[in-house]
Structure formats: structure tokens, C-alpha cells
């Protein structure tokens, strides 16, 4: 499970500064096949509309501009180009090209890790299909109430759609299908107050859903399957992660397997619908788990919904597991490892669980 970019790789964002400059009246762009998505973008200003006709464009695109709306017609497909530009998350994505890269203002001070100076606020990208690039199909660095909406993200040999230092993260209504690393991520975001809805999400070689070291959000009414794990909340690695809602999701058959980087705090896994690692204030209820199985490969944890003190020993803390539904969920539906406090499960129905008295 690909994760974390290490301060290092991160120092390259210095290049990536912010242009604040208002329109004086909102502008609509219309890109046709031929033309350059990119110059569209730079010509436009806060505010300013790309909308981008059908066809195949081979870019690599990157938004650092508050308030642009990128959006395709029907049959618009980003694809990687054969000289790819220096953007900022392709300088730091270890040789891999990002499709869309949309991010703040970045510092990085002498001697430490980089910091977001300012956030980039209000970027909206719709209605595109962005297909088989080696790196993340999105990258959102620093962003404020971004909206990923109606995507089509599939073959990135990177994560679907990945959001860092960020707030106010929407990922509304996509596809996400085969990607090389988790299909939607959010994280290193203590206040990241993310919305992750009506996704389908299949076939990621990671997390359908990782929200690692990230706080404060919704995930619900997406349907999950057939990823290493379906929704992990992961914390210690290295912060905290807690004030998750996740509710009325379809969780089913997230069997593939994922080695994991220790380094990174990321433990192998497989097998696993719902995993609560080491998280706190968080409630998960109204989901449906099916033939969730660790098939032969090693993981840290597999089963329906599992609830376990963090990677590096942080307790699991109030937590309300509620009115799911777990059918032939291996090697248990529920399952708690009885260190964390304040964990209540009401009326889930299961037909195995640790300990025993967990289904109703």
C-alpha cells in the first residue's frame, strides 16, 4: 500500500507557488481536441470555467489557482502524454506522472519539512475520464473545499484520487477501478472535514477508502469491493485519526492482498471490510459487509469490521458500531480486541464475532 511522500521527495514543491489575481468577470474556455487543456487553465482566472469537448488529450495537468472549474463533455478522456511537464507533483512522484495536480503554496524551511503557506481554495474538476497514468490519477496538496465529482479514474498506477494537507476534500459520485494504490485517500489532515460519497470504488491494489492519520468527515452510500481492504481508519502513522462518520456503505469480497510499508507505518493486509485502527470518535452503522476473506495472504487483520489499538499502540476510543449487516465475513464478522474504551455495538447483525457476544 502506497501512502505517504517522505519530506525529501516533498522539499521539490518549493517551485509551486500560488497566483492570486481576481477576474474582473467570470470566463468560459472551451477546449476542442487539438488544443491545450493546460493553456486554458493558465489563461483563466478565479472564478473562470474549462470545459473541455470530447476527445482523447494527452496531458498532464496542473491547477494551483483558486476557484477554476475544469469539466469534460461526455467521452473527454485524459491520458498520459510522451513528455510529460514539470509540474510539482511530478517532480516529487519518484519518476510516476500524476494526471491532475491541483495544489497550495508551499514553503519548505531550512532544515524542515515543507509547509502549505496557503491553501488553494474552491477547485472543481467534473465529468472527466482520466485513464492510465503511472502516477496518481489526482493529487491535491494543500487544498481547500476541492471537489473530485463524476470521474472516471481508472488504471493509475498510483492512488485514484490522493488529498494531503487539506480541508474540506469532496469526493462526490466517482468511478475509481484498478488503480495501483488505494482508490481514495485522505490524509496527514487533522482538520480535514472530507465528504466521500456515492463513490464506486473496485479493484484497487491498496484501500478502497484509506484515511490515514486524517480527522473529521463522512463516508457513506459508497459501494466497496474487491480492494485489499474496503475502509481503513488508520492511526499512528504517524497522527491520529478520529471524528469519522461512515454510514450505509457496501463493503463486499475486499480480498486482494497488499504487502504494506512498515516504513510508512502501513501493515500488510487483506481481507478486510472495515478497519478501525487505533481510532477514536467515530461512528460506523447502516453498513453491508459481505465475504470479506483473507484468501492464503499474510494481513494484520481480516474480517468484517475489526476494532484494534494502532500500529503503534494508540487505544481505540468511543466508538459506536451500529445496525450493520455481516454475512460470511472470515475469520469473524466483528471482531475487537477488548484494549480500546468507551466501544459500544448495538444491534449489528452477524453471525460470528469477537468476542461472542457482539451480534445480536
Given at each position: 500500500?502506497?501512502?505517504?511522500?517522505?519530506?525529501?521527495?516533498?522539499?521539490?514543491?518549493?517551485?509551486?507557488?500560488?497566483?492570486?489575481?481576481?477576474?474582473?468577470?467570470?470566463?468560459?474556455?472551451?477546449?476542442?481536441?487539438?488544443?491545450?487543456?493546460?493553456?486554458?487553465?493558465?489563461?483563466?482566472?478565479?472564478g473562470d470555467i474549462v470545459r473541455v469537448k470530447e476527445g482523447v488529450y494527452r496531458e498532464s495537468l496542473e491547477i494551483a489557482k483558486n476557484d477554476i472549474l475544469l469539466e469534460g463533455e461526455r467521452g473527454a478522456v485524459l491520458k498520459q502524454p510522451a513528455t510529460p511537464p514539470n509540474t510539482l507533483?511530478?517532480?516529487?512522484?519518484?519518476?510516476?506522472?500524476?494526471?491532475?495536480?491541483?495544489?497550495?503554496?508551499?514553503?519548505?524551511?531550512?532544515?524542515?519539512?515543507?509547509?502549505?503557506?496557503?491553501?488553494?481554495?474552491?477547485?472543481?474538476?467534473?465529468?472527466?475520464?482520466?485513464?492510465?497514468?503511472?502516477?496518481?490519477?489526482?493529487?491535491?496538496?494543500?487544498?481547500?473545499?476541492?471537489?473530485?465529482?463524476?470521474?472516471?479514474?481508472?488504471?493509475?498506477?498510483?492512488?485514484?484520487?490522493?488529498?494531503?494537507?487539506?480541508?474540506?476534500?469532496?469526493?462526490?459520485?466517482?468511478?475509481?477501478?484498478?488503480?495501483?494504490?488505494?482508490?481514495?485517500?485522505?490524509g496527514d489532515s487533522p482538520e480535514a472535514n472530507a465528504t466521500i460519497r456515492g463513490n464506486y470504488v473496485k479493484g484497487n491494489h491498496g484501500e478502497g477508502i484509506l484515511l490515514r492519520s486524517a480527522?473529521?468527515?463522512?463516508?457513506?452510500?459508497?459501494?466497496?469491493?474487491?480492494?485489499?481492504?474496503?475502509?481503513?481508519?488508520?492511526?499512528?502513522?504517524?497522527?491520529?485519526?478520529?471524528?469519522?462518520?461512515?454510514?450505509?456503505?457496501?463493503?463486499?469480497?475486499?480480498?486482494?492482498?497488499?504487502?504494506?510499508?512498515?516504513?510508512?507505518?502501513?501493515?500488510?493486509?487483506?481481507?478486510?471490510?472495515?478497519?478501525?485502527?487505533?481510532?477514536?470518535?467515530?461512528?460506523v452503522a447502516g453498513n453491508g459487509l459481505y465475504r470479506n476473506r483473507q484468501k492464503g495472504h499474510p494481513s494484520f487483520a481480516s474480517g468484517g469490521i475489526v476494532v484494534t489499538k494502532g500500529v503503534e499502540g494508540t487505544p481505540e476510543h468511543n466508538l459506536l458500531i451500529q445496525a450493520n449487516g455481516l454475512d460470511q465475513d472470515e475469520p469473524f464478522d466483528i471482531s475487537w480486541d477488548k484494549v480500546g474504551t468507551k466501544i459500544s455495538f448495538v444491534d449489528n447483525r452477524c453471525s460470528t464475532s469477537k468476542p461472542s457476544s457482539i451480534c445480536s
Open positions: 500500500m502506497k501512502t505517504a511522500r517522505g519530506a525529501a521527495v516533498l522539499a521539490a514543491v518549493l517551485t509551486g507557488a500560488l497566483v492570486l489575481v481576481p477576474g474582473a468577470s467570470a470566463k468560459t474556455r472551451v477546449v476542442k481536441p487539438g488544443k491545450s487543456i493546460q493553456a486554458a487553465i493558465n489563461a483563466s482566472s478565479p507533483c511530478n517532480q516529487f512522484s519518484e519518476g510516476a506522472v500524476t494526471g491532475i495536480c491541483i495544489h497550495g503554496q508551499v514553503a519548505v524551511p531550512a532544515g524542515g519539512p515543507p509547509d502549505v503557506v496557503k491553501l488553494v481554495r474552491g477547485v472543481i474538476v467534473r465529468h472527466l475520464n482520466v485513464e492510465g497514468f503511472s502516477g496518481d490519477g489526482v493529487f491535491i496538496y494543500g487544498g481547500k473545499q476541492t471537489i473530485i465529482r463524476a470521474l472516471h479514474l481508472l488504471d493509475n498506477g498510483g492512488y485514484g484520487s490522493f488529498a494531503n494537507t487539506s480541508r474540506g476534500t469532496k469526493y462526490i459520485n466517482n468511478d475509481v477501478q484498478r488503480s495501483g494504490a488505494p482508490g481514495l485517500y485522505v480527522s473529521q468527515g463522512h463516508v457513506r452510500k459508497n459501494i466497496i469491493k474487491a480492494n485489499c481492504a474496503g475502509i481503513l481508519v488508520l492511526a499512528d502513522a504517524p497522527g491520529p485519526a478520529r471524528k469519522w462518520t461512515i454510514t450505509n456503505n457496501a463493503i463486499a469480497q475486499n480480498n486482494k492482498a497488499c504487502a504494506g510499508e512498515p516504513d510508512e507505518g502501513e501493515p500488510a493486509i487483506s481481507g478486510l471490510g472495515i478497519g478501525l485502527i487505533g481510532a477514536r470518535d467515530t461512528t
